[in-house]
């Protein structure tokens, strides 16, 4: 710990402060190399040219990647984007996690929090999301969501390439005593022509580790490209094909022991008594760790100390939540749809007055329930707490949180904190908590010098989320006599998943503050009105909420497109008609919905029983249409038989990995659709284990048609945006088969199975 | 002591006879390729073959499995080239990857009893296995891949 002084962070913020401004340029502060961050992994003849690349004597390139792999392909994509610009050779690159360190800090995921009054979004560099680079920077946490990777990595990865290039053409010119201009590169081999010489990376590694750092260098033209946007294998998939790959939950370290734990089945819960004895005297039962939600025990194995702590008798205090359900937060959410304390989150004219006097007027509302992330791999930290310090191997996609948070609870110097952050098996925003560090460090604190893993069982797991919140929408329109909608009035009421969250960060502080993803997807559509107003209630529960794939645009996606549909029926036109007549100067979304069109043949007509819906929607700068077809069987069976895409993301880096996440994040949507609720009951979660929260198998799978349409406007995330369309393209499908509106998922609440 | 045979090796463990299969992969014999998931049999991500049958390892007692021919992922092909390996990395079908090795056994014994399978087989045959990041559209392209490649 810094005693004497200013830590490094405060005295970053106190220079800033104080010179009014600090330059963050990628890492390159210096003309020397800054490479700290990576040289403790360095191995023997191994150099680390920056932060994010090291080449050995052998010329083999190993990038550091500082986001975490939950299976969005981040490995592979920010490899690309280095050995796009190092000119590389892809096939033998190898990649690495990047440790913690400031440099690695996600500016992109700060900038999209900002108001959606700025302009950032629409493509401008704004003071706002200037000043909010230069906060993340300061804060320099490492953190993947948001859909941010790419586009946070797009400038300083390529950078880091591009110098690291230069670096090494200087240094074999030099050695050949040539000028650097007349030297190429191609995968890994420096040439000079000329005079008939080449030589590889490892060649010049040495030398160019002392070349100076150019401050500026020029990066590739789109067109020059030769390994961003064509598909690349990933490069995590062989290992796992093989069972290699190692997830969290597989850490095994000497000595370890293994915990398991009782929680608090209501939510806020206090453990108040427990009875130890019995359980200590059960076979390889090495201790009982009473802590202020739940109890664990601590054993030789895991299935010994899960079956101990199961039959660890222990009461709790159940707390204001025990009288909350979910069918009460849905009445409360409903009530608030006439609160008169609403955030308005956007205003264009006057849509109450123009509604209050309009003729021919369309009303909506729509409701939708809790939800759990369900990560395959199940919750699970390793700790190991010494006198000095603390060392946390855990599958997160926060490390820097997590870092924060094992030197709190262990109590130890900020340098003496070490996080291994490992393959996720699934993330979908549940790993960017803090919940299973805290409870991990906790008990390995009570057996020093011992690592411990702490396991959640599945029942855990779908218990103790932080979910995505439920949330009801009211809409009002109004049609003019063109047809169109002349004034749009929407009302949001749920929780605040930015609150819930920053609640458990910092349990002290108040947060009533603004929270955009209650109203991403809602106050930001495409849509041109000339009156319009979308305000939202924030309302509070017991009930933790979190970051669910897509967050605040899962449910605005269904409730905006939903409505569109339903307006666009009340005025008797087309919906894809109806949507583009409506798109005013947003010619990017109608060319995708353009093209969802016509890969769809959807004015094609399709036997009695079966629809199409389509749905727009824009997440995370990238602009998704989607069409559904489905079958509804007399009995109300629901087939989803296929789903057609497309999206613009601005610039694709590797195709493949962006089909897929099309493909996932359509059926995780279609999840939610057809099966998705989390129930409450007395304040607990009553769905212990997949059959309660059953999601779309192979046998439910649609067909999916991808088509990437990238227009080159500004980078937009992938990870997310497949999700949002997918419910409204669903259900308004299956109007336009039976006519049946259904506002409330899952589907199943208006008799439908699937 | 259980006398278990996995993957070609006679091994012994000490360690209770109704600890299931999954804790004695994972933990006691440290093949960590066999996930735990949901530890009632529902997801598949625990699958390995007993006596070449697809069978859920996480609801299996170690006792059951004693005396019996056990493969686990790590066993599936020392190489890790079986043609269903090569058709997952063909069709790039994982994305997290933890789900995968269950989803590979699950489609090996399939397999190894239906040379010839119609896709409403392959269906039938993988509908019991979970993905959560939804990788389904190309499980069914890689087993009808390598179903493909094991009959020429």
């Known amino acids: 710990m810094a005693k004497f002084g200013l830590t490094r962070r405060k005295f970053l913020v106190a220079g800033a402060l104080v010179g009014g401004g600090l330059a963050i340029g990628y890492g ?90 700025d302009k950032f979004h629409d493509g401008e560099d704004t003071i706002g999301a200037t000043g909010m680079a230069k906060v993340a920077g300061l804060l320099g946490v490492q953190v993947t969501g948001g859909s941010t990777s790419v586009r946070d990595a797009w400038g300083p990865m390529r950078q880091a390439g591009a110098t690291a290039r230069s670096m090494l053409v200087m240094a074999a010119a030099r050695t050949w005593n040539v000028s650097p201009d007349e030297c190429t590169v191609e995968k890994g081999v420096i040439s000079h022509l000329k005079t008939n010489q080449s030589g590889n990376f490892g060649d010049f590694v040495v030398k160019a580790a002392s070349e100076t750092v150019p401050l500026s260098d020029t990066l590739k033209k789109p067109d020059d490209f030769e390994i961003i946007g064509k598909s690349k294998n990933r490069l995590d998939i062989p290992e796992k094909v093989t069972g290699k790959a190692v997830f969290g939950i597989d850490i095994a370290l000497p000595d370890m022991a293994f915990a398991a734990v009782k929680l608090s089945p209501v939510f806020g819960g206090k453990l108040s008594s427990h009875d130890e004895k019995t359980v200590l005297e059960m076979p390889g039962v090495l201790k009982v760790v009473p802590f202020e939600t739940g109890v664990a025990v601590v054993a030789d194995s895991f299935w010994r100390a899960k079956t101990a702590v199961e039959k660890i008798s222990a009461t709790f205090d159940s707390g204001e939540a025990a009288s909350t359900s979910s069918d009460q937060v849905i009445k409360t959410l409903t009530d608030n749809l006439s609160s008169d304390d609403a955030r308005i989150y956007a205003e264009v004219g006057d849509a109450p007055s123009v509604l209050s006097s309009a003729p021919n007027k369309v009303t909506a509302s729509y409701t939708v329930p809790y939800l759990a992330h369900a990560c395959l791999e199940p919750m699970n930290c390793t700790a190991k707490v010494t006198e000095t310090g603390v060392e946390v191997w855990m599958p997160n996609q926060a490390p820097t949180l997590i870092k924060w948070f094992a030197e709190k609870i262990a109590d130890v110097p900020a340098e003496n904190v070490k996080v291994h952050t490992t393959l996720l098996g699934g993330g979908f925003g549940r790993r960017a908590e803090i919940d299973l560090v805290l409870m991990a460090v906790t008990i390995a604190k009570s057996l020093k010098n011992r690592p411990i893993k702490l396991v959640w069982t599945r029942e855990n797991d779908m218990q103790h989320d932080m979910y995505r919140p439920a949330a009801v929408s009211e809409f009002q329109a109004s049609l003019g006599a063109d047809g169109k909608i002349e004034a749009w009035k929407n009302r949001i009421v749920s929780q605040s998943v930015s609150g819930s969250f920053t609640a458990r960060l910092i349990p002290w502080a108040t947060m009533d503050a603004p929270d955009n993803t209650t109203s991403e997807g809602a106050a930001d559509i495409p849509y041109e009105f000339s009156n319009r107003l979308v305000d939202h209630v924030p309302v509070k529960f017991p009930i933790p909420v979190g970051f669910w794939r897509s967050v605040g645009h899962s449910y605005n996606g269904f409730f905006t497109e939903s409505f569109m549909d339903e307006a666009a029926f009340a005025a008797n036109q087309d919906p894809v008609e109806f949507r583009l007549a409506h798109l005013g100067e947003h010619r990017d979304f109608a060319t995708i919905l353009q093209k969802a069109k016509e890969i769809s043949n959807w004015s094609s007509p399709l036997p009695a029983g079966k629809g199409r819906g389509i749905a727009l929607h824009e997440s995370f700068g990238s602009i998704v249409a989607q069409v559904a077809e489905v079958s509804v069987s007399e009995d109300k069976t629901v087939t989803v038989d296929k789903v057609f895409c497309v999206i613009d993301c601005g610039t694709v880096v590797n195709p493949d990995t962006v089909i897929a996440q099309m493909e996932g994040g359509i059926i995780f949507g279609l999840s939610a659709t057809l099966f998705g609720e989390i129930t409450i009951e007395n304040g607990q979660v009553v769905n212990e284990n997949f059959p309660d929260y059953d999601m779309v198998r192979l046998a439910n799978s649609p067909v999916i048609e991808t088509v990437l349409a990238p227009s080159g406007r500004r980078l937009g995330g992938v990870g997310e945006p497949g999700t949002p369309p997918i419910a409204p393209a669903v259900t308004n499908a299956i109007f336009a088969a039976t006519g049946d509106r259904i506002r409330e998922l899952p589907i199943t609440k208006s008799g439908y199975s699937a | 002591m259980v006398n278990l045979t996995i993957n070609g090796k006679d091994l012994k463990v000490d360690v209770p006879d109704d600890t299931p299969l999954l804790w004695v992969i994972r933990e006691h014999l440290q093949m960590s390729g066999t996930k735990f998931g949901c530890g009632a049999g529902l997801c598949g991500a625990c699958t390995v073959h007993i006596d070449g049958e697809a069978t859920r390892t996480c609801i299996t007692a170690v006792s059951d499995a004693a005396g019996t021919k056990i493969t686990t992922i790590e066993g599936l092909d020392e190489n890790g080239i079986h043609p269903l390996q090569k058709a997952w990395i063909a069709e790039q079908v994982p994305q997290c990857g933890y789900c995968q090795s269950g989803q590979i056994m699950t489609a090996a014994a399939f397999l190894d009893e239906n040379k010839n399978p119609s896709d409403e087989d392959i269906v039938e045959a993988m509908t019991g296995n979970i993905c959560r990041c939804m990788s389904y559209v190309r499980i069914k392209k890689a087993v009808r891949r390598a179903a493909d490649e094991m009959k020429a």
């Open chain 1, 28 to 117: 390159f502060k210096s003309d020397k190399p800054d490479n700290a961050a990576l040289s403790a992994s360095t191995s023997e003849g191994e150099i680390a040219l920056n932060a994010w690349i090291k080449i050995d004597s052998k010329g083999v390139v190993t990038v550091a990647i500082p986001r975490s792999e939950m299976g969005q392909g981040i490995y592979t994509a920010l490899a690309m984007l280095v050995a796009e610009e190092l000119d590389a050779d892809f096939e033998t690159i190898k990649v690495e996690q990047a440790p913690i360190d400031d440099v690695y800090a996600n500016v992109s995921i700060l900038q999209d929090a900002l108001p959606f009054s």
